[in-house]
């Protein structure tokens, strides 16, 4: 398969993560947003949301050829969005400069460019799903404790 195929099959998967990543311009400037941080405003639900699409992205990639060692580097980046995100403020702002879904799709194109390809390993894809369930479990127990926490104090201020 060459590389012009490979480009137009993972064409959706360019589209929305430049939907997620990178759709709007903030007039004036050359700086891009998308609906990741928009949606990352929105506690809880917004992180969620936008780490279950990074992962489709990840997860479609994966079954397209990209290599384990691509695969890992796509999986850390989308979690070290998810847990930095999650931080309420510093992740706000950290999700407006941090594009995993853009570094993916650029770490795929290289991968691709080189010629590659490994074709899919149903059996790695499904670490890589059960990995993704387990850090989102984690962030999630996480900012529960956290929302605990920050409720349990200011109860016990009034």
């Not at 995993?100 to 590659?116: M, T």
């Amino acid at each position: 398969m060459s590389v012009a195929d490979d480009a137009k099959k993972l064409k959706w998967v360019e589209s929305v993560s430049r939907l997620m990543d990178s759709q709007f311009k903030l007039p004036g400037t050359n700086f891009r947003f998308g609906l990741d941080p928009i949606l990352g405003l929105v506690p809880f639900l917004g992180d969620i949301s936008t780490f279950a699409v990074s992962g489709a992205l990840v997860l479609t990639m994966a079954r397209h050829g990209a290599s384990r060692n691509v695969v890992i580097r796509m999986v850390v980046n989308i979690i070290l969005d998810l847990i930095i995100g999650s931080i309420p403020l510093v992740g706000a702002i950290f999700d407006f400069t941090y594009k995993a879904n853009d570094k993916n799709v650029r770490l795929l194109r290289r991968h691709y460019q080189e010629g590659k390809y490994q074709g899919a390993g149903n059996g790695f894809l499904a670490a890589v799903i059960i990995t993704m369930l387990l850090f989102l479990g984690l962030v999630m127990y996480g900012l529960i404790k956290v929302i605990s926490w920050v409720y349990h104090y200011f109860q016990q201020q009034w």
